[in-house]
């Protein structure tokens, strides 16, 4: 009988699971490998230090703060445990379709490779327990990312070469082309973007890969800007897109929906303050009102906008317009403004 079951990692486990992450070709950082395996920076230090007495050629980097382990070194890594098999095969075979990531179906033909090598005993546990595990997600994109222009921007970033781009602008229902240099992917919202500058920008902007229709590799480099930070780039934007300037954003919720909205970080600056009457105050220091306008109307009725001034007249205005869209579609013909029936939207 297969029985999954927790434990205090012991400090052998810890330095192999330490040399297979090192070994893995990322590097990390002490705090990053505290918390991967979920003990303090002191015993990691000590850990590190059996791993250097033991010969394992692994050195620190003073300037990025990471550790990392010569690359011609190898360490064969035991089996997987059952809770690592688990793991990989929900993820193969039960969220697959819900994430939202290229090369899926590669993933789970090297799952399924993985699979055919388990011990029986494993594999029927992990068969047992996925018939009765279910992934329930938010939508997705119907329009998913192509895995060829993924590689293409991957190759691009890497050799530093010029792509050129034939993009879709859905708004104005016209495709433009242009030159790109990326410089970053990033996944955000349900959809990957990649950061570059473009020659019809004088700055750096972000484009959204589902709308890349056709990408050309080119022969041509660019040099990367030596500053660059996506982090800066992005600034404190409330999803992905700046726009230059910081509001304090601050928000009374009410009962009904405080527990939906406290239990997530919706933002790096997000703080809560309970009332007596079980509302919320939740604060922000957001860069634009854009993006988290939108956010806001759709808590509806159970959310009051107590500063700033002009956000709040923002959100006025645009349910203002809701009722009037709608007190439009008149009763006595059963017809919208657009010619069309309410029931045919």
């Known amino acids: 009988m297969v029985v999954i079951c927790a434990m205090k990692t012991s400090r052998v486990s810890r330095i192999i699971q330490i040399l297979i992450a090192l070994q893995s070709g990322q590097s990390y950082t002490v705090i990053e490998l505290a918390t991967l395996l979920g003990v303090s920076r002191r015993m990691v230090f000590r850990d590190l230090q059996d791993l250097q007495k033991a010969g394992v050629p692994f050195h620190y980097d003073d300037k990025a703060g990471h550790y990392t382990v010569d690359p011609n070194f190898f360490f ?21 379709n819900h994430i939202h990531f290229p090369f899926m179906d590669w993933v789970l033909q090297a799952v399924l490779k993985i699979e055919s090598f388990l011990p029986h005993k494993v594999k029927l546990f992990c068969n047992r327990a996925l018939k009765n595990i279910s992934v329930k997600t938010a939508p997705r994109p119907i329009t998913d990312v192509s895995d060829k222009i993924f590689v293409q921007l991957i190759e691009a970033m890497l050799k530093k070469r ?95 929906v405080v527990h939906d909205v406290v239990e ?72 919208s403004p657009f010619g069309e029936k309410p029931g045919s939207y």
């Open 264 to 335: 997530v970080q919706w933002h790096d600056t997000q703080t809560v303050t309970f009332e007596d009457d079980g509302s919320a105050i939740v604060e922000f220091r957001v860069d634009g009102l854009s993006e988290i306008t939108w956010w806001i109307l759709g808590y509806g009725d159970k959310v009051q906008v107590l500063a700033p001034r002009i956000l709040r007249q923002k959100i006025i205005e645009m349910a203002q317009n809701v009722i009037r869209q709608n007190e439009q579609l008149t009763p006595d013909n059963n017809r």
């Open 76 to 96: 064969r890594p035991p089996a997987l445990t059952i809770q690592e098999t688990l793991g990989l095969l929900l993820l193969a075979h039960k969220a697959r």
């Open 162 to 256: 010029v792509a050129n781009v034939d993009y879709y602008l859905p708004e104005q229902h016209k495709s433009i082309v242009f030159d790109l240099s990326p410089y970053h992917l990033f996944y955000n919202e349900h959809a990957w973007y990649v950061l570059g500058r473009s020659d019809i920008r004088d700055r750096l902007g972000i484009f959204k890969l589902n709308q890349i229709k056709k990408l050309t590799v080119l022969d041509r480099c660019f040099v990367e800007d030596e500053k660059f930070n996506l982090k800066k780039e992005l600034g404190r934007a409330w999803l992905m897109v700046p726009e230059g300037k910081l509001y304090h954003i601050k928000l009374r919720f009410l009962p009904e």
